[in-house]
C-alpha cells in the first residue's frame, strides 16, 4: 500500500514538474531575438501593435566630414526611386618642407611624368560600369580655407572653383582597383591613379624652384591652390568611389631623371607630394538631385502620413514617425516594445540596382526635442559607454530576411521598452521620432532614468554610422498593407 502511495506520489510530482518546467520557459518570438520574455497566451501576457504615422523629409541639417574620414567621388546617374548623386572632392598636396628643391641639376633634368594617386576604400554602386574622371585646378579666387571645416551638402555657402583641367578624362574601371601595383617606386594596391598632363609635370619639375614657388608655404599657394577631382554625370555612371587623404597611397607622384653629378649617368627618381593632416585644405561636396525620381512625389513640408517612407544616408532624407496613443497608454508591465522597420523590394530592379544600391548599414532612431529643435537620443535604451553606444542591444542594424515571398528584404529592428515602459508608468514624454541613415551627426544625450537630468552632446562618426553618402533604403511607412513599419509591444496588466 505504501509503495503504491509513494508511486502515485512520484507520478503528480513528474507531472507537476513538467508543467512547471514549461511554463518557465515558454517565450515568445521577437524580431531581434534578445532576451526572454513571456509567451502571449491572451490570459496573462499580451501583445498589441500600435499605429505610426510616417512620412519623409529632406535633412536640412548640415554635413561634414573631417580629414581622417573617408571621403567619396563619383556620380549616380540611373537611380530611378532616389535620383541622382554628384560628388567631387577639393584637395591640397604640398611639399613636406620648404624651400623644397628637385634634386640633381636642372639643366639636365627630364620630365617622366605626373600622377595623382589616391587611396581606393571601396564603392558604393555598379562597379560594372566605368566612371569617367577628371582632374582640375582650384581657381585663385577661391581657395581652400586649410581652417574651415565645409559643409558636405551646401557647397553654395563656401564655393571651390575651377579654372581649367590638369588631365585628361579617363575610364576608372571600378573592377580593377584592387589589383596590385608594382613598379621601382610602388609594391602596393587600392590605388586610383590618375596620369595628369605632360605640362602639368613640367610645371610642376621644372617652373617651380626653390626660388618661386617652392620658396615656402605662402608662395606656393600664390601658384598653386589645390586638386579638384570630379566624375562626369553621364550615363552610364552609377556609382561612388571612396577614397581617403591620409592614408600614404595618396599623393602627388612626380616622376623624372637627371643627372646629381653633371655626368652622363642619369637616374630615374620620383617626388611626393602629400596631404597635411594639420594645415591641408579640403572640401567635399555631395550634390543630390530628385527631380524626376519617385521619392520626389513623397517628400513632404506637411503632416501628411506616408504609407511609403524614403532614407538616404547623410546628406540625405529622414523619416519622421509618430506614435498617436503612446502617451495615453494605460500602465502596465512592457516586457518587449520593438519597432520593426522592412524594405519594400523594387520588383522592377530586384537583381540590378536592388542589389547594386544597398541599404544603409545601420539606421538611427531618435527622438526629436521639439523645444530645442534638436535630435536626443531614444530616452533610458539608447545608451553611451565608454565603448560608444550599446547598437547591439538597441538595434539598428540592417539585416536581411524572408519575407512577403521575397528572400533578401532589408530589415532594422529598435528595442524601446524602457522608453515606452517611462511614458505608461512615469507618464515620460512621448516624443516624434526621427530614423535616420547619418555620417558624422552629434545628438543631444540624456543619462537613463534616474539620472537624466544633466545633457551632453554626442558625436557619431562614420564608423558608428555609415560612410558618407552610402546607402539607401525605402521603407514601408505606418499603413503599408504589406511592408508595415509597427511598433510591436508584448505586455502584462498590473
Known amino acids: 500500500m505504501l509503495a503504491n502511495f509513494k508511486l502515485h506520489f512520484a507520478r503528480i510530482f513528474f507531472f507537476v514538474f513538467l508543467i512547471f518546467s514549461a511554463a518557465c520557459t515558454r517565450i515568445t518570438t521577437t524580431e531581434l531575438g534578445a532576451g526572454l520574455i513571456p509567451v502571449v497566451d491572451g490570459v496573462n501576457t499580451f501583445d498589441t501593435i500600435m499605429e505610426l504615422q510616417t512620412d519623409t523629409f529632406n535633412e536640412s541639417d ?138 602639368v609635370a613640367r610645371r610642376f619639375l621644372k617652373d617651380y624652384d626653390s626660388t618661386n614657388a617652392y620658396k615656402s608655404d605662402s608662395a606656393f599657394q600664390t601658384y598653386f591652390r589645390g586638386f579638384s577631382v570630379k566624375v562626369q554625370s553621364s550615363n552610364p555612371a552609377n556609382a561612388l568611389l571612396y577614397v581617403n587623404l591620409l592614408d600614404t597611397n595618396t599623393k602627388l607622384a612626380l616622376y623624372y631623371n637627371t643627372s646629381t653629378t653633371g655626368a652622363t649617368v642619369r637616374d630615374t627618381s620620383v617626388i611626393y607630394f602629400k596631404f597635411n593632416s594639420a594645415f591641408g585644405g579640403y572640401a567635399n561636396f555631395v550634390t543630390r538631385n530628385t527631380t524626376g525620381a519617385e521619392i520626389n512625389n513623397r517628400i513632404t513640408t506637411t503632416s501628411r502620413p506616408d504609407s511609403i517612407v524614403y532614407i538616404q544616408s547623410a546628406p540625405g532624407t529622414y523619416v519622421r514617425i509618430r506614435v498617436p496613443g503612446l502617451q495615453n497608454l494605460s500602465n502596465r508591465i512592457i516586457h518587449r516594445a520593438e519597432l520593426i522597420a522592412e524594405q519594400i523590394p523594387d520588383d522592377n530592379n530586384l537583381l540590378t540596382l536592388d542589389r547594386y544600391f544597398q541599404a544603409p548599414r545601420l539606421l538611427l532612431l531618435s527622438a526629436f526635442d521639439s523645444v530645442k529643435n534638436q535630435k536626443r537620443n531614444i530616452p533610458n535604451d539608447y545608451i553611451v559607454g565608454s565603448s560608444g553606444p550599446n547598437t547591439v542591444d538597441f538595434g539598428g542594424f540592417r539585416t536581411f530576411k524572408t519575407v512577403n515571398g521575397y528572400d533578401r528584404v532589408a530589415a532594422y529592428n529598435f528595442v524601446i521598452s524602457r522608453y515606452v515602459q517611462g511614458i505608461v508608468t512615469r507618464k515620460d514624454t512621448s516624443f516624434t521620432m526621427r530614423l535616420s541613415a547619418p555620417s558624422n551627426d552629434s545628438l543631444n544625450y540624456f543619462p537613463p532614468f534616474p539620472n537624466n537630468f544633466v545633457s551632453q552632446m554626442y558625436y557619431l562618426s562614420p564608423t558608428q554610422s555609415n560612410e558618407l553618402a552610402n546607402g539607401r533604403v525605402r521603407l514601408g511607412g505606418g499603413t503599408h498593407s504589406r511592408f508595415r513599419m509597427r511598433l510591436r509591444i508584448v505586455y502584462s496588466r498590473i
Open 62 to 199: 548640415t554635413t561634414r566630414i573631417y580629414n581622417a574620414n573617408n571621403m567619396v567621388i563619383g556620380a549616380i546617374s540611373n537611380d530611378p526611386i532616389f535620383g541622382t548623386t554628384q560628388a567631387e572632392l577639393n584637395f591640397e598636396l604640398k611639399p613636406s618642407f620648404y624651400p623644397f628643391r628637385v634634386a640633381g641639376t636642372k639643366d639636365s633634368l627630364v620630365v617622366d611624368s605626373a600622377v595623382l594617386i589616391l587611396s581606393y576604400k571601396g564603392y558604393y554602386g555598379d562597379s560594372t560600369q566605368p566612371l569617367n574622371v577628371s582632374v582640375h585646378e582650384i581657381s585663385q579666387t577661391t581657395p581652400l580655407d586649410p581652417f574651415y571645416n565645409y559643409p558636405v551638402n551646401f557647397p553654395n555657402v563656401k564655393p571651390v572653383r575651377t579654372i581649367g583641367s590638369l588631365s585628361n578624362t579617363i575610364p576608372i574601371d571600378i573592377r580593377t582597383l584592387g589589383d596590385s601595383v608594382k613598379n621601382r617606386f610602388e609594391n602596393t594596391n587600392n590605388q586610383i591613379r590618375i596620369p595628369l598632363r605632360m605640362d
